[in-house]
């Protein structure tokens, strides 16, 4: 089914950039670390002077791009990746998805908590927070019957804020830094 297709999609990603992580050298691992690293702190900086808007725009992009080049080399994960956007966009188009959703004027909204603790449940949650917030992602308070039709579907015990509602169509940009913190994550946990 699509949704065991995306979800093998996604296992072997996050399994590739884990696996490349345990058999790289410490030194190695630090290196790339400090590659992606003086990038992240350009991402930092310019967020007190609000004003001009194409120039405080320059720095964001490059934030995960660093570490990205790296794992982007790994063996299949471009190949993978470019598969698992597509997949999601045949969900965004065809309105049909694996994971619990509803649908608004025509547009498919997933709860957060599919990202935070179905597809990433090893990142911490003020990190996806901190993706979201970088891409200007809002969330949106489903109504009581949406909520009602999520817990039904296999959410019972989710607190409201988990089903706040990401536009499906808004996955495709966050998901690449979601794997970029997992590989950070893997990094930092290698290094101990």
């Known amino acids: 089914s699509a949704g065991q297709y995306f979800a093998t999609l996604h296992t072997s990603l996050c399994d590739i950039i884990s696996c490349s992580v345990s058999r790289s050298s410490p030194e190695l691992l630090r290196e790339w670390l400090k590659k992606a690293e003086p990038a992240e702190e350009l991402g930092e900086m310019p967020k007190s002077p609000p004003k001009p808007k194409?120039?405080?725009?320059?720095?964001?992009?490059?934030?995960?791009?660093?570490?990205?080049?790296?794992?982007l080399a790994f063996q299949d994960v471009a190949a993978l990746l470019t598969n698992l956007l597509s997949q999601?966009?045949?969900?965004?188009?065809?309105?049909?998805?694996?994971?619990?959703?509803?649908?608004?004027?025509?547009?498919?909204?997933?709860?957060?908590?599919?990202?935070?603790?179905?597809?990433?449940?090893?990142?911490?949650?003020a990190s996806v927070d901190q993706v979201l917030q970088e891409h200007k992602v809002e969330l949106r308070p489903t109504t009581l019957s949406e909520e009602r039709h999520l817990r039904d579907l296999e959410l019972k015990s989710c607190t409201s804020r988990m089903l706040k509602l990401l536009a499906l169509?808004?996955?495709?940009?966050?998901?690449?830094?979601?794997?970029?913190?997992?590989?950070?994550?893997?990094?930092r946990q290698q290094l101990g």
């Open 54 to 71: 194409n120039g405080s725009k320059i720095p964001e992009p490059q934030k995960p791009t660093k570490g990205k080049e790296i794992w």
């Open 88 to 125: 999601l966009e045949t969900f965004m188009f065809a309105r049909k998805c694996p994971f619990p959703h509803v649908v608004r004027a025509g547009a498919v909204f997933i709860p957060i908590h599919v990202v935070k603790e179905k597809l990433f449940p090893k990142l911490a949650g």
């Open 169 to 187: 169509k808004q996955l495709p940009d966050i998901y690449p830094d979601l794997l970029n913190l997992h590989w950070h994550d893997s990094i």
